[in-house]
């Protein structure tokens, strides 16, 4: 069984900044790269139906993507000094949006400066918040599968949140967010593994468009449903649960999905509105100091495109 060994995370993405209307108009823009001319553009950016869409936000700081990827990775292995980094089978990077060196590959910039010379490098993209259990899942495989990885590292880092479809565009919000994790396979400290499941809900429409409501609350009780398969292949009842980690577009949201799994519908933390590819590490890491030793906790994520994941971890 493997385990979650050690997190670290920085520039926590839970106290973003509204971007305001500047860079509103600025990330509209960069949404428009398909229009070659200028009148195309201003004709795009100017338009209802363009307003109506989600922004990529600018970059927040000086550091990149790649940069605050690589940044936290050596926090993680410096509180690991007795780690063989031979032993790392592969470093998995998670992220929504590309790197400003969009021609940099921030997997493999990690296995090299890393020293991670025996690590097969490889990267998740716009898999939206369910990107680190995508990972997770991966991670599994590769340490209990024919690979036989000692240890995994995954990694996530993002610069550009997205917000819910058809908010204004000054509300959106904007943070540096980066978050590193060991996948180890005899660890005795940390969170042990029980189960990560992946799936698929059919969306209406692209990521970028409002959902009819029915289709919201369908893709709520799919969710539900995922929950409850959970819970129940482990034998666990929702009140042994010790916490419930959401990641999903809305509160209403959230609550429809406990209430489908027979979960209290306020269970767990307040759900991450506006989240990243990093939040099931800034999730745990928030809550691994309150949680005692064998106690189980949910948590789950929903993506703009239809993804929906959960895992069952215990506390070591």
Known sequence: M?????????HDGALPRPIGLRRAVVGRHALLGDRTTLRDNVRALLSHRAWQRPACVVPVGRASASDLALGVSRRLLERLPGLDRERVGAVIYCHEAPDEQVSESTAGRLQYELGLRSANPFAISQAHRAGLWIALDLALGLVDGPEDAEH???????????ADPGANARR??????????????????????EQVQVRQFATPHDALSRWPRR???????????LLRQALHGLGLKPARLHEVLGSAPG?????????AAGLAATA??????????????LALAEVQRSVPAGAPVLAWSAGHNGEFACCVLTRC
């Not at 978050?179 to 593994?193: E, K, Y």
């Not at 767990?268 to 590490?281: E, I, K, M, N, V």
Request: proline share 3%; net charge positive; glycine share 10%.
């Open 172 to 193: 959106l919000l904007r943070a540096d967010v980066a978050a590193a994790g060991l996948v180890s396979r005899h660890a005795i400290d940390g969170w042990r593994v």
């Open 152 to 162: 995994v590292l995954l990694v996530a880092s993002d610069k550009l949140v997205f």
């Open 251 to 259: 509160g209403a949201f959230a609550c429809a999905v406990h209430r």
């Open 215 to 225: 289709s919201v609350a369908e893709f709520a009780a799919f969710g539900g449903h």
């Open 268 to 281: 767990g933390h307040p759900p991450r509105r506006h989240g990243s590819s990093a939040d099931l590490l």
């Open 2 to 10: 493997a385990t979650l060994s050690a997190i670290a995370v920085t």
